[in-house]
């Protein structure tokens, strides 16, 4: 299993970038998957997170409304689309994906690496 992270940059307050993570050796609907981001000497945080099937869609209060998280089957990858960024969205951020849905960075069993997005004027 492979999920490889992309995406990230540089990008002014107000502006949008779009992460994607693609999959190799799973399936999106016979897992979930999530987004997590980290600011150095901070734990790492849930930021969206897709269910299983249905599937129902989670996301930190902070994001809601301005982050969106999608499938794309054609591609067997995650998109996370991020408009109206802020200062406080700089993170690393990571993909996940997992037999099982959960907020907690351990429910996971598999990772991407990180794509550092940087908000800045």
């Known amino acids: 299993v492979q999920l490889q992270a992309s995406g990230g940059g540089h990008v002014q307050p107000g502006g949008s970038l779009t992460l994607s993570c693609a999959m190799s050796g799973i399936t999106l609907d016979g897992h979930a998957q999530a987004w997590f981001r980290q600011v150095p000497g901070k734990e790492r945080e849930w930021v969206a997170v897709?269910?299983?099937?249905?599937?129902?869609?989670f996301y930190k209060d902070s994001v809601k409304g301005r982050f969106t998280m999608s499938r794309d089957y054609a591609k067997n990858a995650v998109h996370l689309q991020m408009n109206n960024l802020k200062p406080e969205d700089t993170a690393v951020y990571f993909c996940?994906?997992?037999?099982?849905?959960?907020?907690?960075?351990?429910?996971?069993?598999?990772w991407g690496q990180g794509t550092l997005v940087t908000v800045s004027s």
């Open positions: 996940a994906a997992g037999r099982f849905v959960g907020l907690l960075e351990n429910v996971y069993e598999y």
């Open positions: 897709l269910s299983k099937s249905d599937p129902s869609k």
